[in-house]
């Protein structure tokens, strides 16, 4: 057989093995997209390596440096240096142990991938050694190694992140945007370790600090504030041989987006959606249609029926027993859930009956006539005279404004004849109201139906120019974390165009000198930061008519009555006429059915008759 010729020299070298420093940065790539990414690679390698607490300090949202110091075990002069070459690691020794990994970190990949993007300094000393070890890398390679006096533990700097790939840099965000971003992680690093001291520091100014504490209840309140953990409940299960453990938030909280959804497995920060959709579902019925509830859940699964080796980052996982992992996590947030609204106490069929016993004893009550401004909105939140709250201003929207056309559709057809005429029969499952017509039983989703009005009124008024707004006694401090407070900045003079009075107050404060008198007395905090989620998460992305509709659905959300609370039969009565003075009220700003009715004659199928 004769020989291969020689290729053409045009076809020459077209494959080639690409020099170690590319090489590096090409991986590099995968792990390190941001500051944060080189964070997690730190703080990951020192919860492996034991510590018990971490100091993370930042400049200038740590593109210019980031220093992570912990008092873990530290490494010995002889490991330091090998720390730097690609899948060298001290934890795996063979193909078995990749089937069943119990540490964070486990490829060998952080500090190499870094060292190809930045200049990076360890500093180390194992408990063994009377002294410690620096060692310097750049552009991926070691380049000094030297004794150096140091504690037990290890120090890793990061400066000047990206200087070697300058068209990667191009691709980062504001200081105050990859700040957030860091922040997001400290508080998911510390939601999982609850034993564990975090603190933030950036700029030389501490931006979080997170004692050790021994429950995460305990942890929850220290990351997210008394108000927000406040009638959360913690919950623990155990099903073949999977533990699960948490806390979820009270389900009168919602958010716009999944950002208070934390998941661990065996301590590691995941996204799995078998473990996301079984908190959603818990909720279902809880929260409104197109929001979040919050919840921390943590799982211990064996690590050999968790496959931790399917991403990059290693956010996703894979469970062997995905569908008990399901079950475990819906049902022990449920029984949660159901602690916390008392719903497990009452029996459907005793609620029905209690109410149909109210109603037979009550005699059939007239609806009061249907208001409009602020003497409309006292059906949805509380008086004017609450402490802290200043006299609501003049300002009231006529009644044409709120009330349909001839030749427009009114609420009525939803629901035959109109909300108005039904005769309320009683509330059940403290949330919805039981209504009878001639031929027919109407059931209304109540806070959905205060929404609805809610949203329309305040719709109106921004169509009329003139959102009632009130006035605060005393300005309300709110702290907001930096990407939230970056997007909240950004749009002050929208804000203000709908009820409120937001200024700057520091870096990440802002001082609240009025709201929409559709709040009542009720804390705007909340509503704040709500607002400022949505907008960082979604707000960029949204024309200005859609973001000013969002933000006045959420105004409406925050302002209105919540399940679980009784309603008078004034108040019923002045719900239902005002359902019937909107153009549109078939469904609440979020996509809910204000409203289902049953026909005499479907009851009358249902049994047999």
Known sequence: MAPLSDPAPALRERIHVLPEVLANQIAAGEVIERPASVVKELVENALDAGAQRLVIELEEGGTRLIRVTDDGRGMTAADAPLAFLRHATSKLRDQDDLWRIGTLGFRGEALPSIAAVA???????????PTGVTVRAAAGRVVDVREAGAAIGTSVAVRDLFAPVPARRKFLKSTQTELGHVVDLVTRVSLGAPQVHVRLVH????????????????????VFGADRVRGGRTFADERLGIAIAGFAFSPHLSFATARYVYQYVNGRPIRDRAVQHAIAEAYASLVPRGRWPGAVVTLTVPPADVDVNVHPAKHEVRFRLAHVVHDTVLGAVRRALAGATGHAAEDPATGVAAALRTYALR?????PPFTTGAAAGASTSAPTDAPGVAETSARVVPAAAATPRPDEPSAAAGVSGGFAPLRFVGQ????Y?????????VLIDQHAAHERVAFERLRAQHAAGAIERQGLLLPLAVDLAPRQGEALAGRLDDLAALGFEIEPFGERTFLVRAVPALLGGDDPRLLLEDLADGLAEVGSHLSAADAIEAVLGRIACHSVVRVGRSLSTPEVARLLADLDALTYGSNCPHGRPVSVELTRGQIERMFGR
């Open 203 to 222: 700029q030389g100014r501490e931006i979080a600090v997170h004692p050790p504490v021994t429950t995460l209840a305990e942890r929850a309140r220290q």
């Open 428 to 431: 059940v499952f403290r949330g």
């Open 433 to 441: 109201l039981v209504c009878e017509a001639v031929d027919r039983i």
């Open 363 to 367: 005699p059939p009550a007239a609806p």
């Open 119 to 129: 200049a990076v300094e360890l500093t180390t000393r194992s408990s063994e050694a």
